[in-house]
């Protein structure tokens, strides 16, 4: 399985700790992927949505950011993204006791190059299949994956849109959305009303017909 795990400061994109899985057999350029999320590491900031997902053909690129360090991750679009943020949970847990203190004083690329360690041993656990077998077990707290922004990363990368502008517009047509619901409920609501009115009328209509000329 072709996979890439960055750990990067927010602040100036400088990255911390980093581990590469090669498949060969998959043929894939994984330079082009390293320089994508290396640039996606540069263009975070305070305002980004703290997780989120970016398409790459058939790989995903998704993200979590947590006391101001990003934990990165590219694997197979296939991967189950349950899974992929339960792993990137556990590298910031670890890698924030290890090294949180540390990081905003840091100014040599790669200073934690050493929790590679860590990431390998963490990555293989998740990827292994008695693991993926028990994927409804894993803890799922603060993990409302349907609710996980999903963008593109060509569209962040190279027409420049932050993403903290896609979130905002993804709030927006959320927002339009539920406005849409209530809107709708509150027409059908008042559609019953008058239904249930022309009815009475019809009824009372009747009433009256029938007790002043049949009576």
Not at 3 to 31: F, M, N, Y
Not at 178 to 201: F, G, P
């Amino acid at each position: 399985m072709t996979s890439l795990t960055i750990i990067a400061r927010v602040a100036d994109g400088l990255p911390l700790a980093a581990s590469i899985q090669e498949d060969e057999q998959s043929g894939r350029d994984l330079q082009l992927y390293q320089s994508q999320a290396k640039q996606l590491c540069r263009k975070l900031n305070a305002q980004s949505p703290d997780r989120c997902t970016l398409e790459a053909g058939d790989m995903n690129f998704h993200y979590l950011i947590a006391k101001g360090v990003c934990y990165l991750f590219l694997c197979e679009a296939s991967f189950p993204k349950k899974m992929v943020f339960a792993y990137l949970e556990d590298l910031h847990s670890e890698f924030y006791d290890q090294y949180g203190r540390r990081v905003p004083t840091v100014t040599r690329p790669y200073s934690f190059i050493e929790f590679d360690t860590y990431i390998q041993k963490t990555k293989k656990s998740y990827i292994d299949s008695r693991s993926r077998r028990n994927l409804g077990s894993i803890n799922t707290e603060l993990q409302d994956v349907q609710r996980i922004m999903v963008a593109n990363i060509e569209e962040v990368l190279q027409r420049g849109e932050s993403l903290s502008a896609l979130d905002t517009k993804a709030s927006n047509l959320s927002g339009l959305s539920k406005k849409y619901r209530s809107d709708a409920k509150y027409l059908n609501t008042r559609s019953a009303y008058a239904k249930v009115a022309a009815v009475s009328v019809f009824f009372i209509t009747l009433i009256i017909y029938v007790r002043f000329w049949w009576l």
